[in-house]
């Protein structure tokens, strides 16, 4: 295969053989011009280029995030998969699918045009805020500090009997000074941060690309820690309606995929900054093996262990009463409905979607003729060469 479709693409060039633009910093040579079809591009994928790791290692994981996706689902006494109890979970698997989906066909389209390179990275960072928002919605409903206090039409949760020893002091206490922050700016504060991302991405292909790297990596910072907040209260304060066991236990857990979910955004975050190990080899890692193969591996064991987070907190949901608080403490927290749900995200995907259209007119304008100019010089040097 790799073989046939070495004679069906052009030859790969060095970066001294294609536009600036679409030069990467230590990566020397296994560039496509930018005027591949479509057909090309996807052919592409069996090619191996300076894209092709890219493409591989966040399009196989969709599979992967699949597999793992469908354990709550089998559960005993789960309820059927359109329940509105796994909405959040559906919405959080819709921004991880779009996440690996634009990501991986970013760095396989992106060699159509200059202006469609453009398009295909506004598309992938667009993705990025959805997937947080989405994060936010499964956290919110599953590791918000009183998740599981859910109406989820399942008797057995509604039958639990008030325990004496909780006195109405402690149950009141699982929601501090913190609960208007949840109950109320929590999901708006994700979308608003969520927008502010795009924004700042999206600008660095038009200004700061010096610094564009470090300003893509640190502009979700400030998302991350909005949407985690959820799970620092709960690490940080012991459930007052949990027998101590079991709230250290579900504590435990948590903490453990939590840490390794941050630990392994830190190394996606080094190697996309550091541009290790191209930078201690130029040319060497053109092919396999560069910063961003490994900055997209990170990223996908973060999203994996993250999964496995809020797996663990819809089983102890789903499998545990003792989770649910009585029906006689403080009002219940609102369960999952369509508009809390389905209806942010589409909000703030209609958002998104035109935040990219701004960006990709203005792509348009500047990118439409340079384009084809480059596309002149570049088949006139490939005629005068065979001559």
Known sequence: MFLNCGQLLPPLLRHADVPARITESFILSGYRFPNYSLAQCLLSAFQPTNETGNFWTHFLPVFIFAFYFLEPFGLEGAPPTSDPFFYPLWNYFMGVLCLLMASSMAHLLNSMSLVIREVCFFVDYGTISAYTVGSSLAYYYYIHPRAGILELGIGRHNNTHQDPSLSSSSLSSAMPEFSVFFETLYIPSSCLVAIICVLACCNTRQRWRTYRYIIRTLVFLLPFLVASTPIFYRLLHSSPYLPTSSSFSS?????????????????????????????LSPGRFDIWGHSHQWFHVCTFLSILDELHMING??????????????????????????????????????????????????????????????EKEFLSKRHLKCH
Not at 351 to 360: E, R
Request: hydrophobic share 50%; net charge positive.
């Open 251 to 279: 504590s435990a857990s948590m903490a453990q995929f939590f840490c390794r979910h941050c630990f392994w955004l830190v190394v996606s975050a080094l190697f996309n900054i550091s541009k290790i190990p191209e930078r």
């Open 313 to 374: 907190e819809v089983r102890a949901i789903l499998l545990h009463p003792v989770l649910v608080v009585p029906p006689a403490t403080p009002p219940h927290l609102p369960g999952p409905t369509l508009s809390s749900t389905y209806g942010v995200m589409l909000v703030l995907q209609a958002s998104i979607a035109s935040i990219i259209a701004w960006f990709s007119w203005c792509a348009n304008s500047i990118y439409k003729p340079q384009g084809d100019q480059l």
